[in-house]
C-alpha cells in the first residue's frame, strides 16, 4: 500500500473520530467546528504517512499532531483538548504505521 493510500485511510479514520467526539458537544455553529475539526484532523493522518522526517514515526505523528492543532487551539483558546487529541492521535498513527 502506498503512503498516499495510508494517508487517505489514516487521514478519514482520524478525521471521521473525532468528529464523532463532537456530536454531544454545546458548540455554536456546530457544522462548521466539524468540518473544520474533519479537515484539520485528516490532514494530520495524511502527513504523517507521507512525510519522512529523520525521526521514528511516532514522534513524526507527535509533532505533526502539535504544529496543525496549535492554530486551532489558539483561536478557540481551548489547549487542552486539542492539542492533546492532535498529538496522542498523532502518535498513536505514527505507531500504527510504524508497523505497518
Known amino acids: 500500500m502506498?503512503?498516499?493510500?495510508q494517508g487517505i485511510i489514516?487521514?478519514?479514520?482520524?478525521?471521521?473520530?473525532?468528529?464523532?467526539?463532537?456530536v454531544p458537544l454545546p458548540l455554536p455553529n456546530k457544522a462548521t467546528a466539524?468540518?473544520?475539526?474533519f479537515i484539520n484532523r485528516f490532514a494530520i493522518?495524511?502527513?504523517i504517512?507521507?512525510?519522512?522526517?529523520?525521526?521514528?514515526?511516532?514522534?513524526t505523528g507527535a509533532l505533526i499532531g502539535l504544529f496543525l492543532s496549535l492554530p486551532d487551539a489558539i483561536i478557540t483558546k481551548t489547549y487542552a483538548p486539542i492539542l492533546g487529541i492532535g498529538i496522542?492521535?498523532?502518535?498513536?498513527?505514527?505507531?500504527i504505521l510504524s508497523k505497518v
Open 49 to 59: 504517512a507521507t512525510v519522512n522526517l529523520p525521526m521514528p514515526k511516532w514522534a
Open 10 to 22: 489514516a487521514g478519514l479514520a482520524f478525521g471521521i473520530l473525532d468528529v464523532l467526539v463532537m
Open 45 to 47: 493522518g495524511f502527513l
Open 2 to 5: 502506498t503512503a498516499v493510500i
Open 34 to 37: 466539524m468540518v473544520a475539526s
Open 88 to 95: 496522542v492521535g498523532g502518535i498513536i498513527i505514527g505507531i
